[in-house]
């Protein structure tokens, strides 16, 4: 281990090595940038244009564009990139992660590769973590674009219903009359295509946005009826700002578009009630280190008694398979009992169930857990049920962000998670070193025996700061503790703030003064990642002077302090709150307090740490400083990271499997929509539909009468009429003497007729209109169908993992099989819709009204292809 970290720390220098070099080159042709008039410099981004069309590659090119944006932002926002910001804009052009530490200037740093790589003409896209950094950062650096002639935008998320895809172009000409986006401007769009203005966004040379938006545009460009409705172009570079955050902790949940299915909401209201009955230990266990809750023998039978009661149980016993959708609901209801914390792992809002990233402590709006639990969270929180949804789309932002043809990413915390991304991103990282030496002090870990004696502690440490006026910032791990701590402070007589993620709007003003004389910034976890603490506060609305007293006068109380008061399950986000102190050389310092209670040390470390303190001899108000405690500690950390890792692998692992059916599916509907000959594809589709029928109802069978094959025969018309109308010339009598052969055969030449006789009934255009429509629309509905039978299916199987195959392999292989049934399902729905279509019918826009996976179809109810035949004489045979 210490091996390979020694070879990975060489291999580092060598690369920094290797790169000062190129620095070089950079710094040498300043003088000659600098002596360019505006235009001048604004006419090499055509220069470099034209080299690049000429054969010349993007790293040749590199030195001089770098030398260009330089110029451009000294000339316009006056900062110069220091070396280790050029640095770092190598790394992120050669596709790897550039780890370089908070306030080192990562937004300056991303200007240069997304110049240089914008000049080949493919969209370049600047990812961040939130909506406010994406407007921020494109408004921020949209002058150094503007001065090389580069066109930038941001996108992102809807706010209102009538502006469904905010997007924004930075233009020095137009004034928004908001001082803080002056130029930025709304884009416009025609009234009923409101997606154009995304479109326009995408054809900037550089986009910035959320994963979320940039995810969600991918995937409602696969879902669209008309090219011209897609908004992205191909997927060509990204830097994902704060990767860590985005690549590894919110990679956890993939995105999802869904629509609303029918449900039975009233379940969800019993079994929240029925589970409430049940307490901890005697009726079910809770195990913290996989976070699952189980029934004990005593919790099943009492279940299974108020389920009588009810007269909801279909058999006596609960974990009879008739009884499986009820255990789904027992088992959401208990996990939101037993598991779920009101205020720690979600909030209420507006009477909404909203989660709280475990990680940062933001809200996730929109984002729903599945399999049902948020439906049991609502419930259990009495709030109105949302309707349970059917997924429309998904994706793993893992493989939202492989299909990149290149991708690079930056951040202060990445060197713990270097395995993870180079393992599931093949992302090498690099670390930057700061600009100015690191000057902050670690203190050592604090550890008391309860919570209680902690934030006591806590509390008697900022009262000593804040009364010599010195900063302190203060991390907690949930809203819970913010607010017990703000409690606390308020009964010492401690003004503060309070940041967590119900303040989210409001939490980059007041962060940006978390360094100003006797500020005490309470935060959950690291909120307000991407706005940088500066010692004396934001010298903006000041006069230089007065700023200037209150930064030194902080500088010399020792600079900002940060007071973690717990550790986070990853060494990384103890890092970002650290690193919040001692930007750019300044002065600093940070402590971590711990107890035995700490979720961290009791689900891994507990034993130890406590095996740790007895030995110390430890009373309730002596702390240990020990660094052995530390160590275990970190120990701790390190293998709930390994935990979760374990978990996102296996996501990607899952989703791997329907990714490949993803690429299938949406490369056939691009084919489609590019205008692709779908007649042939179609006509040989109805071709093995008639060929199929004929084998069921002919194929081997030997007649012992007459009659049987007279049935046989009229069978197979029957079975054909649900394909067109059958033909009169047919009859069963008619056939009998042809060969099975000779019967296919005369069945697809007259389908093949008829086909022609459509085609000229409805003209040649509307023809290939309605193949279009019926292909997508059946595509579409299948799929999405299939999306879900995939998740049940993911679901089903962690029930079934008692045998001895791995759930992986059963997953894969069935889940084989199911994409073998869905291509046959796709080829029976389109032969049977085809002959059925009159045009003006056909709206494109009209919902497909999804059949949810696992709704019984009873035999004499009407197919739910859509054919309008009986279940029993269409699909369900
Ligand atoms: P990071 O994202 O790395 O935490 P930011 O991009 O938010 O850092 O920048 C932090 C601060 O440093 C900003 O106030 C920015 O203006 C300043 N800064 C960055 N680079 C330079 C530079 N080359 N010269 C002067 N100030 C800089
Ligand atoms: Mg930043």
């Given at each position: 281990m210490l091996k390979w970290l020694n070879s990975l720390i060489d291999s580092n220098e060598?690369?920094?090595?290797?790169?000062?070099?190129?620095?070089?080159?950079?710094?040498?042709?300043?003088?000659?940038?600098?002596?360019?008039?505006?235009?001048?410099?604004?006419?090499?981004?055509?220069?470099?244009?034209?080299?690049?069309?000429?054969?010349?590659?993007?790293?040749?090119?590199?030195?001089?564009?770098?030398?260009?944006?330089?110029?451009?932002?000294?000339?316009?926002?006056r900062q110069r990139h220091f070396d280790v910001q050029l640095i770092g804009g190598i790394v992120l052009h050669q596709g790897q992660i550039a780890e370089m530490k908070t306030g080192e200037g990562k937004t300056l740093v991303a200007t240069l590769p997304l110049y240089l790589n914008a000049l080949s003409g493919q969209g370049c896209h600047l990812v961040t973590v939130n909506d406010y950094l994406a407007k921020r950062d494109c408004h921020w650096m949209g002058p150094i674009y503007h001065a090389l002639g580069m066109s930038v935008a941001a996108i992102t998320a809807m706010q209102t219903q009538d502006n469904p895809f905010p997007s924004y172009i930075y233009d020095p000409d137009f004034d928004s009359g908001d001082a803080k986006w002056k130029y930025l401007r709304p884009v416009a769009y025609p009234p009923?295509?409101?997606?154009?203005?995304?479109?326009q966004a995408y054809e900037a040379d550089i986009t910035y946005g959320t994963n979320n938006e940039f995810g969600f545009d991918y995937l409602r460009d696969n879902m669209v009826w008309d090219l011209s409705q897609c908004v992205q172009r191909p997927l060509s570079y990204a830097i994902v700002d704060e990767v860590d955050n985005i690549l590894i902790d919110e990679a956890r949940t993939p995105l999802i578009i869904s629509g609303a299915a029918e449900e039975a909401t009233k379940k969800y209201y019993t079994f929240a009630q029925l589970v409430s009955r049940l307490s901890k230990d005697t009726d079910y266990t809770i195990d913290e280190r996989t976070r699952t809750a189980n029934l004990t023998e005593i919790g099943m039978n009492k279940i299974e008694k108020m389920l009588k009661r009810e007269g909801l149980l279909k058999a006596p016993e609960l974990y009879d398979p008739s009884n499986y959708f009820l255990t789904q609901y027992l088992e959401s209801a208990l996990k939101a009992h037993a598991l779920f914390r009101r205020d720690k792992d979600y909030v209420v809002k507006d009477g909404q169930v909203i989660i709280v990233d475990e990680f940062t402590g933001r809200l996730m709006f929109g984002r729903r857990y599945s399999e049902g639990l948020h439906q049991a969270i609502e419930a259990k929180e009495r709030v109105k049920i949302q309707r349970e949804s059917v997924t429309?789309?998904?994706?793993?932002?893992?493989?939202?962000?492989?299909?990149?043809?290149?991708?690079?990413?930056?951040?202060g915390t990445a060197a713990t998670e270097a395995e993870e991304f180079h393992k599931i991103y093949k992302l090498e990282v690099v670390v930057i070193p700061t600009n100015k030496p690191l000057i902050r002090t670690e203190y050592p870990d604090q550890i008391y025996k309860d919570e209680k004696t902690?934030?006591?502690?806590?509390?008697?440490?900022?009262?000593?700061?804040?009364?010599?006026?010195?900063?302190?910032?203060?991390?907690?791990?949930?809203?819970?503790?913010?607010?017990?701590?703000?409690?606390?402070?308020?009964?010492?007589?401690?003004?503060?703030?309070?940041?967590?993620?119900?303040h989210h709007e409001k939490e980059a003003v007041i962060i940006a003064q978390a360094g100003r004389l006797e500020a005490v910034t309470v935060a959950t976890n690291m909120a307000g990642r991407g706005v940088d603490i500066i010692l004396g506060g934001n010298p903006e609305g000041r006069s230089e002077a007065e700023w200037q007293e209150e930064h030194n006068k902080v500088v010399e109380l020792g600079g900002l302090h940060i007071v973690g008061t717990e550790h986070h399950e990853a060494r990384r986000i103890d890092n970002q709150l650290r690193g919040r102190s001692?930007?750019?050389?300044?002065?600093?310092?940070?402590?971590?307090?711990?107890?035995?209670?700490?979720?961290?040390?009791?689900?891994?470390?507990?034993?130890?740490?406590?095996?740790?303190?007895?030995?110390?001899?430890?009373?309730?108000?002596?702390?240990?400083?020990?660094?052995?405690?530390?160590?275990?500690?970190t120990n701790s950390q390190v293998q709930t990271e390994g935990y979760h890792f374990n978990i996102r692998k296996h996501l990607v692992e899952y989703d791997d499997v329907v990714n490949t059916h993803r690429e299938v599916i949406y490369a056939e509907r691009k084919k489609i929509l590019s205008g692709a000959d779908l007649k042939a594809n179609i006509i040989s589709m109805?071709?093995?539909?008639?060929?199929s029928l004929v084998a069921k109802r002919l194929s081997n069978a030997g007649y012992e009468r007459e009659e049987d094959k007279q049935s046989n025969l009229s069978g197979l018309l029957e079975d054909v009429s649900t394909i067109f109308p059958s033909p009169p010339q047919f009859r069963?009598?008619?056939?009998?003497?042809?060969?099975?052969?000779?019967?296919?055969?005369?069945?697809?030449?007259?389908?093949?007729?008829?086909?022609?006789?459509?085609?000229?009934?409805?003209?040649?255009?509307?023809?290939?209109?309605?193949?279009?429509?019926?292909?997508?629309?059946?595509i579409d509905r299948l799929w999405m169908e299939h999306l879900t039978a995939m998740e049940h299916l993911r679901q089903g199987i962690g029930l079934r993992a008692v045998g001895q195959e791995q759930p992986l392999v059963v997953?894969?292989?069935?889940?084989?099989?199911?994409?073998?049934?869905?291509?046959?399902?796709?080829?029976?729905?389109?032969?049977?819709?085809?002959?059925?279509?009159?045009?003006?019918k056909e709206a494109p826009q009209k919902k497909k009204e999804a059949v949810p996976v696992g709704k019984k179809v009873g035999r004499n109810d009407p197919c739910p292809c859509g054919s309008g035949k009986k279940y029993k004489h269409c699909c369900g045979k």
């Open positions: 060598r690369e920094l090595k290797r790169l000062q070099t190129l620095v070089d080159d950079i710094n040498s042709l300043e003088p000659d940038f600098e002596k360019l008039s505006d235009a001048e410099l604004r006419a090499k981004t055509d220069e470099f244009k034209a080299r690049l069309k000429d054969g010349e590659s993007l790293d040749e090119i590199l030195p001089e564009a770098y030398a260009a944006v330089r110029e451009a932002a000294k000339r316009t926002i009923n295509r409101p997606q154009e203005a995304r479109r429309m789309a998904t994706i793993t932002f893992q493989n939202y962000f492989r299909m990149y043809q290149k991708l690079a990413g930056m951040t902690k934030f006591t502690a806590v509390a008697r440490e900022i009262k000593q700061l804040n009364d010599q006026k010195r900063p302190v910032l203060i991390g907690t791990t949930s809203i819970e503790k913010s607010e017990y701590l703000s409690d606390l402070l308020k009964r010492n007589g401690i003004p503060h703030q309070v940041l967590n993620a119900k001692g930007r750019q050389g300044d002065p600093g310092s940070s402590r971590f307090y711990a107890s035995l209670e700490d979720e961290i040390v009791r689900r891994f470390g507990g034993n130890r740490v406590k095996g740790i303190m007895q030995w110390a001899g430890m009373d309730e108000n002596t702390p240990i400083e020990h660094s052995i405690a530390t160590k275990a500690m109805v071709q093995d539909e008639i060929q069963s009598d008619g056939l009998s003497e042809l060969s099975d052969k000779q019967i296919t055969e005369k069945l697809t030449d007259y389908a093949i007729e008829l086909y022609s006789q459509r085609e000229q009934e409805l003209g040649p255009d509307n023809m290939r209109i309605a193949e279009r429509l019926v292909m997508l629309r059946v997953y894969k292989r069935e889940g084989h099989a199911y994409f073998e049934a869905l291509l046959a399902s796709i080829q029976h729905d389109v032969a049977h819709t085809i002959y059925r279509v009159g045009i003006a």
